[in-house]
């Protein structure tokens, strides 16, 4: 029996078969630019690619489309009812889930009522749910959220020093992104390490988006990215942590509305805004390599703010047992990890140059031997966590 993961994007999803019994991917695959002419759609599955450009007019397409791919052209399942459960990865869950949950009307609703807290991100997220349920009506579907790990962060971490009935009556507080890597990280962290008691992990977790968390006993003490995804450090083209005003001073200046300007903090900035090249890292890389000034100020800046966020994260641990980087540019790219331990003695980071240089998809240590706090590369895998919650929530295991 297999478990199918859906992650439904404001204009793409994103799925995974999953044989939880043989622990491995059957197929994956991705439909981009949804509701354009020119949808990308692009299935992996035993070791063949296939790619094609077609019109997906929206997210419910999307799911049939998947749901035909693998019962008609890969067959890897001969009926619906060999999905054993499908999991939805959810943005947001707000205040109320601090866990995954298996979806029934009243789950279904409150992640509705969270709509305004991830307006982009809810809605598809909906009508994947809504979608899979139509076609799947006995099939168990798991709602797993972003925002779950980073639930168990202490009031005074995650509230904002705003008037606090109003942050109460609007549920405007931190509540972190990216907990399914987060959480996988920690938990393989922690059996890597012996899983002493207190351990203090800081994860770094950098790609396109990026966000950190101060890790204790496997439960999350702060975390970077706040009320959305957009605050924390420099990302591909986010903006990362700015002066709020900033906003405001931009809407006299230029004429833009609140919601344009938002859009190019969000999309037009980051990586992207410095280097005026790309938010791709190698493309960044190698114009820093040439000389491009703006190249090697963004790389700088992005390490800068990654070394200031460990360097807190230290301080609200009261220390740290290891700094592990994870997600795309944390695991692949040694000049980056270079970067942020680089000038960090005062805490004991050193790393060893010649093991942050070996490639590797395995979990490893790249830290030297005299490093006072261990450093670590975890490939993530928020797949796992998705398919493990649908198997305990459905099997009761």
Same mark, same amino acid.
């Given at each position: 029996?297999?478990? !199918?993961?859906?992650?439904?994007? +404001?204009?793409?999803?994103?799925?995974?078969?999953?044989?939880?019994?043989?622990?491995?991917?059957?197929?994956?695959?991705?439909?981009?630019?949804?509701?354009?002419?020119?949808?990308?759609?692009?299935?992996?599955?035993?070791?063949?690619?296939?790619?094609?450009?077609?019109?997906?007019?929206?997210?419910?397409?999307?799911?049939?489309?998947?749901?035909?791919? &693998?019962?008609?052209?890969? /067959?890897?399942?001969?009926?619906?009812?060999?999905? =054993?459960?499908?999991?939805?990865?959810?943005?947001?869950?707000?205040?109320?889930?601090?866990?995954?949950?298996?979806?029934?009307?009243?789950?279904? %609703?409150?992640? /509705?009522?969270? =709509?305004?807290?991830?307006? !982009?991100?809810?809605?598809?997220?909906?009508? *994947?749910?809504?979608?899979?349920?139509? &076609?799947?009506?006995?099939?168990? %579907?798991?709602?797993?959220?972003?925002?779950?790990?980073?639930?168990?962060?202490?009031?005074?971490?995650?509230? #904002?020093? &705003?008037?606090?009935?109003?942050?109460?009556? #609007? /549920?405007?507080?931190?509540?972190?992104?990216?907990?399914? +890597?987060?959480?996988?990280?920690?938990?393989?962290?922690?059996? &890597?390490?012996?899983?002493?008691?207190?351990?203090?992990?800081?994860?770094?977790?950098?790609?396109?988006?990026? +966000?950190? +968390?101060?890790? $204790?006993?496997?439960?999350?003490?702060?975390?970077?990215?706040? !009320?959305?995804?957009?605050?924390?450090?420099?990302?591909?083209?986010?903006?990362?942590?700015?002066?709020? @005003?900033?906003?405001?001073?931009?809407?006299? /200046?230029?004429?833009?509305?609140?919601?344009?300007?938002?859009?190019?903090?969000?999309?037009?900035?980051?990586?992207?805004?410095?280097?005026?090249?790309?938010?791709? %890292?190698?493309?960044?890389?190698?114009?820093?390599?040439?000389?491009?000034?703006?190249?090697?100020?963004?790389?700088?800046? $992005?390490?800068?703010?990654?070394?200031?966020?460990?360097?807190? #994260?230290?301080?609200?641990?009261?220390?740290?047992?290891?700094?592990?980087?994870? @997600?795309?540019? *944390? =695991?692949?790219?040694?000049?980056?990890?270079?970067?942020?331990?680089?000038?960090?003695?005062?805490?004991?980071?050193?790393?060893?140059?010649?093991?942050?240089?070996?490639?590797?998809?395995?979990?490893?240590?790249?830290?030297?031997?005299?490093?006072?706090?261990?450093?670590?590369?975890?490939?993530?895998?928020?797949?796992?966590?998705?398919?493990?919650?649908?198997?305990?929530?459905?099997?009761?295991?």
């Amino acid at each position: 029996m297999s478990i !199918l993961s859906i992650n439904c994007g +404001s204009s793409s999803l994103k799925y995974q078969l999953y044989d939880w019994d043989a622990q491995k991917v059957l197929s994956s695959g991705l439909i981009d630019r949804i509701g354009f002419p020119d949808s990308n759609i692009v299935h992996k599955y035993s070791g063949q690619k296939t790619e094609r450009k077609d019109r997906c007019a929206d997210h419910r397409t999307a799911i049939h489309l998947v749901l035909d791919f &693998l019962l008609q052209e890969a /067959k890897l399942i001969h009926s619906l009812k060999d999905i =054993e459960g499908v999991g939805h990865r959810i943005v947001h869950g707000g205040v109320n889930f601090s866990a995954s949950a298996r979806i029934d009307d009243a789950v279904l %609703q409150e992640i /509705k009522d969270n =709509e305004d807290l991830a307006p !982009l991100h809810t809605p598809p997220n909906v009508v *994947g749910i809504e979608s899979a349920r139509a &076609l799947m009506p006995d099939t168990p %579907q798991v709602a797993i959220f972003d925002t779950a790990f980073h639930q168990t962060m202490p009031e005074y971490a995650h509230a #904002y020093a &705003l008037d606090y009935e109003l942050a109460k009556k #609007y /549920k405007i507080r931190r509540y972190g992104f990216h907990g399914s +890597s987060h959480r996988y990280v920690s938990e393989r962290a922690g059996e &890597l390490l012996g899983n002493k008691a207190g351990l203090k992990l800081i994860i770094v977790h950098v790609g396109n988006g990026s +966000s950190l +968390s101060a890790v $204790q006993d496997g439960k999350c003490l702060d975390t970077s990215m706040g !009320l959305t995804p957009l605050a924390g450090v420099i990302m591909g083209t986010r903006t990362g942590d700015i002066d709020p @005003a900033v906003v405001q001073f931009l809407v006299r /200046k230029t004429g833009g509305s609140v919601d344009e300007i938002m859009a190019r903090l969000n999309k037009e900035s980051g990586m992207l805004g410095i280097s005026g090249v790309s938010s791709d %890292q190698r493309e960044i890389l190698s114009g820093a390599a040439q000389g491009d000034a703006r190249c090697q100020l963004a790389l700088q800046m $992005q390490a800068y703010s990654v070394k200031k966020y460990i360097g807190a #994260y230290v301080a609200a641990l009261n220390g740290a047992d290891a700094v592990i980087f994870t @997600a795309g540019i *944390g =695991e692949n790219s040694p000049d980056f990890r270079a970067a942020v331990c680089a000038e960090m003695d005062y805490l004991g980071l050193a790393i060893d140059a010649e093991k942050n240089q070996a490639r590797s998809g395995e979990p490893r240590v790249i830290s030297a031997p005299q490093s006072r706090v261990k450093i670590m590369v975890i490939p993530t895998n928020e797949e796992f966590i998705i398919a493990r919650d649908v198997i305990e929530l459905v099997r009761g295991v």
